[in-house]
């Protein structure tokens, strides 16, 4: 099993995040079940969650896992990883993580940074670090590499 990425090069991708879920999505080369590990420090990912449906091969030739994780603390910071039940494939480092939506009518400041076509270029790297020492951290979803 290795992590592989879609024609439009994603491979991890955190979406539909609430204050009690949220979605993840990865792409493999083989057919496997699917497993994410949850925690709230780094390094102790003790939430685990696994379906043993197998994923869908997509046009592009790539498994494409998907997995909606509910029953999470609102408003907190969770760290992941991804994989099969047999086999951590990514994640579970300082760079690899979300927080969850806050409890609904909670007045709290929160910045979004959209972009189009990040890239992985210097042109792209400078501007994701002028931001992140703007802002102190680089966002509330974050998958660094």
Known sequence: MALAYNSNGFGT???S??????TIIWFTT????????LGTTQG???MIYTDTTPAVLTSDGVY???MRIR???????YFYSVGSSGFQLFGNTVNEFFYTAPDYNTAQPM??????????TGGQVTARN???SFNGRLCNICSRR
């Open 44 to 46: 102790t990912l003790n």
């Open 64 to 66: 494409k896992h998907t």
């Open 130 to 132: 002028a931001f992140t």
């Open 111 to 120: 910045r979004f940074w959209a972009l189009a076509d990040y890239g992985h």
């Open 17 to 22: 995040i609430t204050k009690e879920g949220v």
């Open 71 to 77: 029953g999470l603390a609102s408003n907190t910071k």
């Open 30 to 37: 083989t057919q496997e079940d699917s497993q994410v590990k």
């Open 13 to 15: 991708m955190i979406q």
